[in-house]
């Protein structure tokens, strides 16, 4: 069998200039081009010579199947040399990489995976505070709550509620039982929270607040991709949020 390659690329948070070096590279030398979504036009762009096939997955759209996104990446590789399968953020980070390495180790295909920045990390250079801070935070975790049809519950809150730092991904609309569930585990309502919407690109939006209040959230109307960040690192944000707030009311 003379199969090609695929590659398994991150395409980091969203903007294109935070593409790897690695994953710029390949995705002009690529035959064909699976990608999620999320990544932005202007980094498929750059698979100029190209076939750029769309296999996104959104919650509450149509999507395509894993299993048919699977098949895909093995038929492909039989026909072309270099087939990149870009995937948002980091491909080992909830990209669900596991099964498409499965199905190509199963085909002997062979593989590779290229690293990408993951959006906690974006999130963090926007708002400037580390996910981590000597004497404060010295444990960091990401997490969802989401899981899929047939599988069973995780323990997604004990882990957050025993991290220092927290990252929530695919949880916006989910903040209620988001909210009670993290209560329930024994985390403060006043425990400093940030939203952060589209991080890495020009219409960034951040919100913050306490655990208590984001189950109101859901009335901000976000649409873009967003992670939930939680932890005593923020409760400095908290603070000059309070204050532009009261000297708004002041005004």
């Known amino acids: ?42 980094t498929i762009a750059l698979a100029a010579n190209a076939e750029h096939v769309a296999v996104g997955k959104r919650c509450g759209r149509h999507s395509t199947a894993q299993r048919f996104i699977n098949k895909r990446l093995v038929d492909a590789a039989m026909k072309h040399a270099i087939v990149v399968r870009l995937k948002g953020g980091d491909p080992m980070l909830f990209g669900r990489a596991h099964e498409e390495i499965s199905a190509l180790g199963e085909a002997g295909i062979a593989f590779e995976v290229v690293p990408g920045v993951t959006a906690a990390l974006a999130a963090s250079a926007d708002l400037g505070v580390s996910l981590t801070r000597r004497g404060l935070a010295r444990s960091v975790a990401f997490l969802t709550p989401r899981v899929g ?3 069973k519950r995780n323990d997604w809150a004990r882990a957050a509620a025993s991290a220092d730092t927290a990252v929530i991904y695919m949880g916006i609309g989910e903040a209620a039982p988001i909210t009670a569930s993290l209560l329930e585990c024994g985390v403060a309502p006043s425990t400093p929270v940030v939203v952060v919407e589209n991080a890495s690109l020009p219409e960034q939006k951040r919100f913050v607040l306490v655990l208590k209040e984001l189950p109101e959230i859901a009335a901000l109307g976000i649409a873009g991709p967003a992670v939930i960040l939680l932890g005593e690192v923020y409760s400095e944000l908290q603070e000059q949020a309070l204050t532009t707030s009261v000297q708004a009311r002041r005004a």
């Open 1 to 42: 069998m003379n199969a090609g390659k695929v590659y398994l690329v991150g395409a980091g948070p969203g903007a294109p200039d935070l593409l790897t070096l690695r994953a710029a590279e390949l995705l002009r030398r690529a035959d064909v081009v699976f990608h999620d979504a999320l990544v932005h036009p202007d």
């Open 149 to 151: 049809a047939g599988e």
